[in-house]
């Protein structure tokens, strides 16, 4: 069964800061993983989405790479801004005949704050 | 282009009563999937729909049900509520069935049930 984990849960940095949110699956058998954006009562606002083939994709100050044999993916956030506190949410979907079907399965997210 | 467009945005309903949640994708969009999220979790899949059909089942009981319709708009409906599912449903749409693509998520519904 597909466990996604992400660590820290909560992250609170000053502006201007480098930093990086972890995302860790224990099943390797991906054929995608997708990054969300998520402000409080708000829906899910896809950022980056890599394909099992990929190593990483970028999209402005945003960087996420895919290590799919060791399960792990990392989004980097460069010179981080008041206006990117939100929480962040990975999530996996299988490959076709895994029993998975298309859903995504979610990590718990973490929850970002930017100090101005 | 518009995205996914979710109805209603907020409802309050008394335990026992029945809601309908509506979901409009993207245009050209032929899969949507449903999501449960309680407060501090991550969205919970409860249904998927592929060209009309249903693709996936997620860990809920079966006073949750779902349909699509031929425009590939979707419904998910709830029986019997129950104060536990109080949440934010999700909608997310996707051209295929979320292989190449990924998922466009909807703005939600907050059910508040009382």
């Known amino acids: 069964k597909q466990e996604v984990t992400q660590i820290p849960a909560a992250l609170s940095v000053p502006e201007g800061e480098n930093l990086v949110l972890n995302c860790s699956f224990t099943d390797s058998a991906i054929y995608n993983l997708q990054w969300f954006r998520q402000d409080p009562g708000k829906g899910l606002t896809s950022l980056l989405l890599?394909?099992?083939?990929?190593r990483e994709q970028t999209s402005g100050r945003l960087n996420a790479s895919l290590d799919k044999s060791s399960g792990r993916s990392t989004l980097y956030i460069a010179a981080s801004q008041p206006g990117d506190s939100a929480t962040y949410l990975c999530a996996v979907r299988g490959n076709y005949g895994s029993g998975n079907t298309g859903k995504l399965i979610f990590g718990q997210g973490t929850t970002l704050q930017v100090k101005p | 282009d518009a995205g996914v467009t979710q109805s209603p945005t907020h409802l309050i309903k008394t335990r026992g009563q029945h809601v309908t949640l509506r979901c409009s994708p993207i245009?050209?969009?032929?899969?949507v999937s449903w999501y449960q999220q309680v407060l501090g979790q991550g969205p919970q899949f409860i249904f998927q729909y592929y060209e009309k059909e249903e693709r996936g089942r997620g860990n809920f009981p079966d006073r949750f049900s779902a349909r699509q319709f031929p425009n590939y708009s979707s419904e998910l409906n709830v029986n019997a509520l129950l104060l536990g599912d109080s949440a934010l449903y999700l909608c997310?749409?996707?051209?295929?069935?979320?292989?190449?693509?990924?998922?466009?998520f909807g703005s939600g519904t907050r059910l508040t049930v009382v």
């Open positions: 997310a749409s996707s051209r295929t069935d979320g292989a190449g693509y990924g998922y466009t």
């Open positions: 890599i394909q099992s083939s990929q």
């Open positions: 245009s050209g969009h032929k899969s």
